[in-house]
């Protein structure tokens, strides 16, 4: 792990530190001197910014869940057919998720031990439910396959959808790389969903 030089040291330098440190010690393994070491400052200037260990993870989490929620706001999200409805979530999940990779993993591996992490796991919950009714939606419109149980894809969708902190990694410069596995992923999810018409 590099170490934040003392003269660049910034709140959001801070975080990204301590998102990285989280996940590789796991939340519950990292204390207050693993991030001071991390960082390459004192306890004391982190105590400076932040109350503690538990409000740096409500900020990180906080990035991927407003990242997450900022998805359903916007038009695509909002118009049109329940069918391109979710393609369209689908699609910017995985951008938002590549984009804030450190910050979406982090979020994915929370397990509920403390109070951020119960409001992270209800919040994710949410976004899950609101996705899962615009499956509903395309099913009861005829554009989902009859044969496909909508709660088990909805849960299959999420699983492809997630697995990518596990294994993606972005290539330097990559920004093709970004786009193919996009497409990817929703291509591979929506022509097995979607009726022949």
């Not at 407003?66 to 998805?71: E, R, S, V």
């Not at 005829?142 to 699983?159: C, H, Y």
Request: aromatic share 6%; proline share 3%; net charge positive.
């Amino acid at each position: 792990m590099t170490t934040a030089r003392r003269d660049t040291y910034t709140p959001e330098t801070l975080l990204s530190v301590a998102v990285q440190v989280f996940n590789e010690r796991g939340y519950d393994g990292t204390s207050m001197e693993h991030l001071s070491k991390a960082a390459g400052i004192s306890k004391s200037s982190i105590y400076h910014h932040v109350t503690g260990k538990e409000e740096l993870l409500r900020r990180a989490v906080s990035r991927a869940l407003d990242g997450l929620f900022g998805i359903l706001d916007e038009p695509g999200a909002n118009r049109g057919r329940a069918i391109e409805r979710v393609e369209h979530v689908t699609r910017r999940t995985v951008a938002v998720l590549m984009d804030e990779l450190p910050y979406v993993t982090l979020l994915l591996r929370v397990r509920g031990n403390t109070r951020t992490e119960r409001w992270a796991l209800e919040r994710r919950r949410e976004f899950d439910h609101r996705v899962a009714d615009l499956l509903k939606a395309a099913a009861a419109d005829g554009d989902l396959r009859t044969d496909v149980d909508i709660r088990l894809a909805t849960r299959l969708l999420f699983g492809m959808v997630n697995s990518l902190v596990e294994w993606y990694r972005p290539l330097p410069g990559g920004a093709g790389d970004r786009e193919q596995v996009v497409d990817t992923v929703v291509r591979l999810a929506f022509d097995g969903l979607r009726t022949g018409h």
